[in-house]
């Protein structure tokens, strides 16, 4: 079975051992004006369900924000990812970004892209030239 749109809310068991998930139903709200949408849960959609093994595959939700990007200072897009500049710098001077910090919740290849892209971008800004190749998507 499959199913979406859930949060779970806590774990119970038995001697350490996990028996029941028990989770709500949620919806996604606002989400306009390259704002992020906002998870509600729906009231009275309680439920539980039973478990023996519980795997954890938890979703980016962005950068955290409140730490090392607040203490240098660097600008956030509309939907709290880091703004660069086309060659991946942020408006602090010599601080740079790529991958999901940048793009939001997106694949391994982008980031292994992007982390290349970013590298010349570094290497450029550090030495004045740089011998690493550019990807014909750069733009
Ligand atoms: C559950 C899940 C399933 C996914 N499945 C797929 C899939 O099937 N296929 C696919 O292509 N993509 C998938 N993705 C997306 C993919 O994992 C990401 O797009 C990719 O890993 C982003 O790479 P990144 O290098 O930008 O960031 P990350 O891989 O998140 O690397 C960031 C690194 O920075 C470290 N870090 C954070 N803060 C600091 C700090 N202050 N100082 C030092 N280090 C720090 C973190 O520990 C982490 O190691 C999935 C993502 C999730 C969450």
Not at 30 to 41: A, I
Not at 79 to 87: A, G, L, S
Request: glycine residues 10%.
């Amino acid at each position: 079975m499959r199913d979406w749109s859930i949060n779970t809310k806590k774990f119970s068991g038995e001697n350490g051992v996990v028996k029941k998930i028990h989770m709500v139903r949620v919806q996604w709200e606002g989400g306009q004006n390259g704002t992020p949408p906002k998870m509600v849960e729906v009231p009275g959609s309680e439920f539980e369900l039973k478990a023996d093994l519980v795997l954890l595959a938890l979703g980016f939700l962005g950068p955290e924000t409140s730490t090392m990007l607040k203490d240098f200072g660097v600008t956030l897009t509309p939907r709290t990812n880091v703004q660069v500049d086309k060659d991946y710098m942020t408006n602090v001077p010599g601080i740079f970004s790529c991958g999901d910090m940048r793009r939001g919740q997106s694949l391994v290849v982008w980031a292994i892209w992007e982390g290349r892209e970013c590298a010349r971008c570094v290497d450029l800004n550090l030495m004045g030239a740089t011998a690493l190749q550019s990807s014909p998507f750069h733009s």
